[in-house]
Nanobody, 118 residues
Framework: QVQLVESGGGLVQAGGSLRLSCAAS????????MAWYRQAPGKQRELVAA???????NYADSVKGRFTISRDNAENTVFLQMNSLKPEDTAVYYC????????????WGQGTQVTVSS
């Protein structure tokens, strides 16, 4: 079993910054893709940013140039630096990890609330 523990959410004014962290622990041989998703009230969950074990990244168009995803492979941790936040970034942010043990498993964190006030 693997646990993903997120931290760093909160309330911030528009234009501000937050940094999310997600640490994976448990039965892990390696982690392939790690990603952040978000879900706003009444909307579907959407991909925000993803990063491979080799460091390749991709971003949703809505966050390009404002958000940066990074990871520490030694600590099985992924980060999301969010700058120039907008009210439309308000959502619950979920960490996702493709964990390799005997096979590949897909895990989700419990979610952390990000609220951006105008």
């Amino acid at each position: 079993q693997v646990q993903l523990v997120e931290s760093g959410g909160g309330l911030v004014q528009a234009g501000g910054s937050l940094r999310l962290s997600c640490a994976a622990s448990g039965r892990i041989f390696s982690i392939n893709r790690m990603a952040w998703y978000r879900q706003a009230p009444g909307k579907q969950r959407e991909l925000v940013a993803a990063i491979t074990s080799g460091g390749s990244t991709n971003y949703a168009d809505s966050v390009k140039g404002r958000f940066t995803i990074s990871r520490d492979n030694a600590e099985n941790t992924v980060f999301l630096q969010m700058n120039s936040l907008k009210p439309e970034d308000t959502a619950v942010y979920y960490c996702n990890a493709m964990v390799v043990y005997t096979t590949t498993y897909n895990y989700w964190g419990q979610g952390t609330q990000v609220t951006v006030s105008s």
